[in-house]
């Protein structure tokens, strides 16, 4: 039985874990699955603090899922 190195690699996985910020700056953020081979994510979404909805930016990769 012959190992090859190819056989022992690791696959890429399909998703990252991404950290989004508001835009707004009040220090709220939340963690969203996104695809690996995808842009940087940015959405509209609702801030608790700002009361309203902002957009948040991408981040910070937090880690491969």
Do not use: H, W
Request: with cysteine; hydrophobic share 45%.
């Amino acid at each position: 039985m012959f190992l090859t190195v190819a056989a022992l690699a690791k696959s890429k996985s399909k998703y990252v874990l991404v950290r989004m910020k508001s835009a707004a700056e009040t220090g709220y953020c939340f963690n969203v699955r996104r695809l690996r081979v995808q842009e940087k994510l940015v959405l509209l979404r609702y801030d608790p603090i700002a009361k309203q909805r902002v957009l948040f930016i991408e981040k910070k990769k937090i880690r491969s899922i």
